[in-house]
């Protein structure tokens, strides 16, 4: 079994972790045992079943389609703990939607009803950690992601000309989601970039051991950030670590990374070179010279994606305000003011809720940015 890294230790140990870790790249021998949902025990010693936060997508059974419910009011802060989810439609269909579930059994929003930052459900304190919504688990291949043009924003997989997106490419290396109450802005052109976003949350690419399954919600640990141009849009790939995973003590920015795990960095930045090139598309490019930013940059690209999605989905709630006031149709603001984005969000009465969760996400984005730059 795969040992934890200690902090401090040289040598041998960390020489012998090099090279299980590269064991893990190319998928084989003990780690076989992530891949089918296990996990190691530090305390133990031994490789033990891991405790699922959420069923995984293909264990569920396609529940009728229901009506939805939910988004009008939260009555308390979103965790990875207290959520559940609900499939609708068969597998392998354009139908399938993958839903988020409160303990109440209404329907979330995972792109706007939860928080940025992971909350304890015990103290309603956050624990420093980021809230990771996983689209694609690694070793997997079917492009699924948050439905940002529907009610709700469920999962679903994507789809070009009426059939089901996967990766021509094979299955990707690593757990690939978003943040939520994040949005790349194409109006907002970053300086050292010179391009808009891509209209899109923003993307995460999480490096741990263990498989996490469609719609699951992990806190992780923000490492660094790489910049892609996707068809003349900013991309960005935040690189994170589930908070759990044995690695994640020891590694607390990017420079880490390359130095106790060499080649994870460049196998990412390869894969989005040219996952588009079976398809017959030219191999993407980087901004930035191809560098992986470190975690204090990374903290600004959050914190301005942040504040896109505030001022998206407060924009969207003062022209509906408006449009109820000087229209008898009382038509919503999507049909004005996010026309061009076609973009779903909160109803007028969450709000409120938005707005205050909006203010405590602000508050640990500056502690966070603050701490990364003291170093």
């Not at 990374?257 to 060499?262: E, I, K, N, S, T």
Request: glycine share 6%.
């Amino acid at each position: 079994a795969l040992a934890p890294p200690q902090p401090g230790s040289e040598g041998r140990r960390f020489r012998s972790l090099r090279r299980h870790h590269s064991m893990f790249l190319l998928r084989t021998g003990a780690l076989a045992a992530v891949v089918l949902g296990l996990s190691f025990s530090p305390s133990t010693n031994a490789i033990a079943p891991l405790r699922a936060t959420l069923a995984p997508a293909s264990a569920l059974s396609a529940a009728p389609l229901a009506p939805l419910r939910g988004g009008a009011s939260m009555k308390r802060a979103l965790s990875h703990e207290n959520l559940s989810n609900e499939v609708q439609g068969d597998n392998d269909t354009l139908e399938q939607r993958i839903y988020a579930k409160d303990e109440e059994n209404e329907h979330r929003s995972l792109w706007h009803d939860l928080p940025l930052f992971e909350v304890d459900i015990k103290t309603d304190k956050p624990t420093g950690f980021v809230n990771f919504v996983c689209e694609i688990p690694k070793f997997t291949r079917k492009k699924f992601e948050i439905a940002t043009k529907e009610p709700m924003n469920p999962i679903k997989q994507d789809e070009k000309k009426g059939q089901l997106r996967t990766f021509k490419k094979g299955d990707i290396y690593f757990n690939y989601g978003c943040f939520p109450r994040t949005w790349e802005d194409p109006d907002f052109v970053h300086p050292d970039v010179g391009v808009g976003g891509d209209n899109d949350p923003l993307d995460v690419c999480e490096i741990g051991l263990r498989q996490i399954q469609t719609c699951q919600v992990r806190p992780v640990k923000v490492l660094g950030v790489l910049c892609m141009i996707d068809e003349g849009e900013a991309d960005w790939k935040v690189i994170a670590i589930d908070k759990e995973d044995p690695w994640a003590a020891i590694l607390n920015d990017i420079d880490d990374v390359q130095r106790l795990l060499p080649g994870t960095l460049e196998t990412v930045r390869e894969w989005f070179r040219t996952y588009k090139v079976p398809d017959g598309k030219p191999e993407n490019t980087f901004a930035l010279g191809e560098k992986f930013m470190d975690r204090a940059f990374t903290l600004s690209v959050m914190h301005e994606t942040h504040r896109a999605w505030a001022r998206l989905v407060k924009g969207t709630i003062e022209k509906q305000e408006e449009d109820a006031k000087d229209s008898k149709d009382q038509k919503p603001a999507s049909k004005k003011f996010t026309m061009k984005r076609n973009l779903s969000v909160p109803a007028m009465d969450a709000m409120k809720q938005v707005e205050g969760s909006l203010l405590e996400d602000e508050a640990r984005l500056t502690e966070a940015m603050n701490k990364a730059a003291i170093g």
